[in-house]
T-cell receptor
Framework: GAGVSQTPSNKVTEKGKYVELRCDPI?????LYWYRQSLGQGPEFLIY????????DSGLPNDRFFAVRPEGSVSTLKIQRTERGDSAVYLC????????????FGPGTRLLVL | GENVEQHPSTLSVQEGDSAVIKCTYS??????FPWYKQELGKGPQLIID?????GEKKDQRIAVTLNKTAKHFSLHITETQPEDSAVYFC????????????FGDGTTLTVKP
């Protein structure tokens, strides 16, 4: 079956611009996670959803970052007033439920802020 | 919060040899420890996991051991093959922070034919 998909695969933007990154989880998965991965480092937790609600957003670095999942399926990560330091790979994962459940990762969106 | 340290950062072995990657964690409440393999341009893929109620788990050439007292866990790959070459990440998670995984910084494994 289809795995987690993320669009776009690559995004180049200019400092100060607004970007949206999309994640399509595996059908039927209630939990969805966003991570950020910088070069040479492990994924860093940003936020996770259980259904439509953000169950834990403690990893969002500041108020320029926001994520939604209005219908409990697709999620969008939104970054306002992008900065060069936001450049990274943004990974999305989904699992059947939260907790000790296998997380299935998408291929990521590579964001470059010039 | 949780802190996970992973060693070594790079590991090179000859095909057929074994590879061992070690991780330590700080939060004694963590009770789920997955290992991921990440190939270039792809997202991490779960290869094995262990829960705190067991000390060891094996799946063919891959095994994981957990020492809760010392707060460390290890990945063991036997009879390595060139296709095992990738970056490996350990992670730690606790149920009360369901979903919030803390990852190590990864180990780049190279298996030389």
């Amino acid at each position: 079956g289809a795995g987690v998909s993320q669009t776009p695969s690559n995004k180049v933007t200019e400092k100060g611009k607004y970007v949206e990154l999309r994640c399509d989880p595996i059908s039927g998965h209630t939990a969805l996670y966003w991570y950020r991965q910088s070069l040479g480092q492990g994924p860093e937790f940003l936020i996770y959803f259980q259904g439509t609600g953000a169950a834990d957003d403690s990893g969002l670095p500041n108020d320029r970052f926001f994520a939604v999942r209005p219908e409990g399926s697709v999620s969008t990560l939104k970054i306002q007033r992008t900065e060069r330091g936001d450049s990274a790979v943004y990974l999305c994962a989904s699992s059947l439920n939260a907790g000790q459940e296998t997380q299935y990762f998408g291929p990521g969106t590579r964001l470059l802020v010039l | 919060g949780e802190n996970v340290e992973q060693h070594p950062s790079t590991l090179s072995v000859q095909e057929g040899d074994s590879a061992v990657i070690k991780c330590t964690y700080s939060d004694s409440a963590s009770n789920y420890f997955p290992w991921y393999k990440q190939e270039l341009g792809k997202g991490p893929q779960l290869i094995i996991d262990i829960r705190s109620n067991v000390g060891e788990k094996k799946d063919q050439r891959i095994a994981v051991t957990l020492n809760k007292t010392a707060k460390h866990f290890s990945l063991h790959i036997t009879e390595t093959q060139p296709e095992d070459s990738a970056v490996y990440f350990c992670a730690a998670l606790r149920d009360t922070n369901a979903g919030k995984s803390t990852f190590g910084d990864g180990t780049t494994l190279t298996v030389k034919p």
